[in-house]
């Protein structure tokens, strides 16, 4: 199966930045779009950016001009790169991956544990 390790949270002071990263592993998978999530204490999981295997990106109106998600193809990890984080950017950020396996055209979904992003004043 997919496994997917999450890393670069952690504490940031306002307008600081981080840059998460995303890596898969899966013994004869291939990977389709992946993209960044958040969760906030009472809050929905919402999409933060996703970028598909070409490099089409797609991004939430509150990151875009400061949040930037790119992937390395070679090594199956996304990136979020993220500046001029606010207190509201804290939140859990999750990575979420489509994939499937070499040769099955079935397409199934995995997520990241999540990773804490915690903006101070």
């Known amino acids: 199966q997919v496994h997917l390790v999450e890393s670069g949270g952690g504490l940031v002071q306002a307008g600081g930045s981080l840059r998460l990263s995303c890596a898969a592993s899966g013994s004869g998978f291939n990977f389709n779009d992946m993209g960044w999530y958040r969760q906030a204490p009472g809050k929905q999981r919402e999409l933060v950016a996703a970028?598909?295997?070409?490099?089409?990106?797609n991004s939430a109106d509150s990151a875009k001009g400061r949040f930037t998600i790119s992937r390395d193809n070679a090594k199956n990890t996304v990136y979020l790169q993220m500046s001029s984080l606010k207190p509201e950017d804290t939140a859990v950020y999750y990575c979420?991956?489509?994939?499937?396996?070499?040769?099955?055209?079935?397409?199934?979904?995995?997520w990241g544990q999540g990773t804490q992003v915690t903006v101070s004043s």
């Open positions: 979420h991956v489509y994939a499937h396996k070499v040769g099955i055209y079935q397409e199934l979904s995995f």
């Open positions: 970028i598909t295997s070409g490099g089409s990106t």
